[in-house]
């Protein structure tokens, strides 16, 4: 049994995952990294290796069985996990019926079901060691009115701030920390992936933050044992005004300006 704690990261081969990676290397934390492009993420771990040993495992977390068989591989390598972090994710652009029920059910099962499924099998040890921490990355999207396209992604991030939020009361009295890191624009792929570079290329600078940036806020809010953090000074000024101005103003003004981030094709 290796004696060392892990840090496990889901989507970890680009964007915010890698760049949690990074931070987690950083502070010397060994990591096991997870996701679909086994190339990526052994360029990765072996970057970061020289901080902390540095394991891969390739999972696609849209496979139903994906959670358990990543879980049954870190145990029967002795891989000790106090450290889990459900960043995997990624956008269906366009309108609910542009997308085939395969497509959107894939979906949900990376961005719900896996989420679930992982910390249901990691968090036992975690309380029975009394130590733990778990970094659920949600969005701004969770926070804010609905808008159209994009049509279950900021529904699958509220569920995730909600599910993070009752999981730290749980969890706090055993020793282990949850944390919902809800960041508004970042640098990284998920908008080429989702088709949506150009547009979103068109939205003020002041707004946006780096990978790096929204890494060592989350890192740093899920030691301190915050449930729920939003990034940057005008996310959260977004997530305020939503909470507190009436409802019809809130989802009108945001109703009016999703055609900018939002592909509704």
Known sequence: MDSKKYALITGASSGIGEAIAREYSRRGKP?????????????????????????????DLSDRNAPNDLFQQTQARGLAVDTLVNNAGYGVPGRYLSSNWKTHADFLQVMIHAVGELTHLYLPAMEQAGHGRILNIASLAGLVPASAGHTMY?????????FSECLALETAPKGVHVTALCPGF????????????????????????????????????????????????????????????????????????SKEFRNMD
Request: aromatic share 8%.
């Open 154 to 162: 900021g529904a699958t991030k509220a569920w995730l701030i909600r």
């Open 31 to 59: 990591l096991i990294l997870t996701a679909r492009r086994t190339e990526r993420l052994e360029a990765l771990a072996k970057e970061l290796s020289v901080n902390a040993p540095c394991v891969v495992i390739a999972a």
């Open 186 to 257: 970042t640098y990284s792929e998920f908008h080429d992936v989702n088709g949506m570079r150009s547009s979103i290329s068109k939205l003020p600078k002041f707004i946006w933050l780096s990978s790096e940036q929204v890494a060592k806020i989350g890192v740093d809010a899920v030691e301190s044992g915050k449930a729920r953090v939003v990034t940057g000074r005008t996310n959260k000024l977004i997530a305020f005004l939503c909470k507190y101005l009436p409802d019809w103003l809130s989802r009108a003004l945001v109703a009016s300006k």
